[in-house]
């Protein structure tokens, strides 16, 4: 069984993920941590709690960051996953008090002393929970099996950004954030818009897993009405494209993917902020600002078709 | 007759698009400004008096920038075009006093008010004259034609940069001026790494272009040798990457690209300086560092085998 904590801004895709590690085989959730990201810290917890409930997962949440590393939390992305950040689907109270006594960061921190070189971390929100548990105590980066990033883009197939023409949203939320993690020592692989948006998940799949996706498969279908609407207007699709479910789908299946290897830095200000560069190991010169840095796994290939089938395997139960 | 200006810092392949450009249908080269660049101000306007009596260029020389806008010049490309900037052939002794008597942005805002409307600037070096004309006097950016800028890279077919991860060399050489180059209101075109790493010229079209070429062939021939070894050493291919002859491609038949339209900005400091980025127009949302800048032109995509067919056709004149 892979241990996996899942750390998380729900977020429609970010339940849509969820669901998917849950019901993947060989893999157990031993913790979800919250992040500020797609909502406010208050709601992505409140969140977290609810879809840990709702779905059967037995394991802690713990409450993570409301900020990045420096500055302000951007703004919740209201219009694209609804303002209670799941679609604005009617919600019951959800008690804080099943929450986990520490932190994110700390409860990252006391896993992989437990469970030395077991436990992957799959991170699909602002890198500051990753971050803030390496500044905790920086030799859980020889403890971590592996960790697993959505975020990020590297311009293959015309993607370079989604909140700026080079930047994308988990990144620029956090680029200081972003750069220790991919900075330190562990294994690390990146999932970024190079592959999520070259997967597109039609609307007709959302509604054949209401059909054979049981009350889970419903429940997506509700929250997946809102993010759709989403991308009907901004790339005139009836579909969405498959960010954090992509994160999953490479835990659960590298062969899915081609990569690139080398180290990576992000930009921290300036017009470029958030943007993530990756020196290929195969180019012979390296820039200053990539030198002494690990290699680390870019993802820039996907066969789509494959990680959808996947999914919808997966969390059909097909 | 088209009215050219050819700003440029030879370097091989500059000497071989000044050739292209000489032997080109519809074409009047009423100047060649040097730039610092593939060598230092004295070696480019050097080669560049050398190169208009070897090729019979009856146009004025000016003297151009010998540093960026801010800072000092980069060291020169010795290892790229040789320490002469010609592929260390042996070179006579060349008077300077052919020089024109201004310089090279005195020279490009004479002939805007000289010729309105009807000059195109071909611009295959750092982007400081460009943008000491503009400085100088910025109603030029209405009195030029066209502006044709070899220079960039913007992550199309993988090609992101040639001195950095992100960077491509002219840019590099002089962000600050590019980055007041591509928010003048005059229409531009980039010709960058995304086309011209994606035209390859291989070393046997050099072997015919000495047979064919006449003295010209046989020189280009001779300076080109250092360019091939070059190639063959770092990319490993017996061919070499046509740059600045792709800018006056486009000049040429500009149907033998494909283009993306949007405002442009470039990173003027930072790990990812000389980066160009562009904001295409088709995305809805622009952040405020590409507002209230003009709309140019980005070569995304070339008939790879038209354009080196083109370049054989109009050198070797058959």
Aim: glycine share 8%; charged share 20%; with cysteine.
């Amino acid at each position: 069984m892979r241990k996996v904590i899942f750390d998380t801004d729900p977020g429609i895709d970010d339940a849509m993920a969820l669901l998917f590690l849950k019901r993947a085989h060989g893999v157990e959730i031993v913790g979800v941590t919250s992040s500020f990201g797609n909502g406010t810290i208050e709601t992505t917890t409140r969140n977290a709690l609810y879809l840990c409930e709702l779905f059967g997962i037995d394991a802690p949440v713990a409450e993570g960051s409301a900020s990045p590393l420096a500055g302000a939390a951007r703004s919740p992305a209201d219009h694209v996953h609804g303002s209670n950040g799941l679609g604005d689907i009617a919600m019951p109270e959800v008690p804080r008090n099943a929450l986990y006594e520490k932190t994110a960061d700390a409860f990252i921190v006391d896993m992989a002393h437990r469970f030395p070189h077991q436990i992957t971390l799959v991170a699909v929100a602002p890198m500051t929970n990753l971050a803030s548990a390496l500044r905790r105590d920086p030799s859980i980066a020889g403890l971590i099996k592996e960790v697993i990033v959505m975020g990020g883009a590297f311009g293959f197939h015309g993607h370079s950004g989604n909140v700026s023409p080079v930047a994308e949203a988990n990144i620029s939320s956090d680029p200081q954030a972003a750069d220790e993690l991919f900075g330190a020592a562990w294994p690390l692989t990146i999932v970024g818009l190079d592959v999520t948006q070259e997967t597109i998940m039609p609307a007709e799949t959302i509604a054949r897993l209401a059909q054979h996706g049981g009350p889970e498969g419903r429940f997506i279908r509700d929250i997946a009405r809102f993010y759709l609407d989403f991308h009907k207007d901004s790339e005139g699709m009836d579909a969405m494209f498959v960010h954090d479910s992509s994160a999953v789908a490479y835990l659960l299946d590298p062969s899915l993917f081609t990569v690139r290897r080398g180290p990576i830095r992000v930009v921290c200000d300036g017009i470029a902020v958030g943007q993530t560069i990756q020196k290929p190991d195969r180019k012979k010169t390296t820039p200053p600002a990539w030198r002494d840095r690990p290699s680390q796994t870019v993802c820039v290939g996907v066969d789509a078709q494959r990680l959808l089938d996947l999914y919808y395997r997966t969390v059909a139960g097909t």
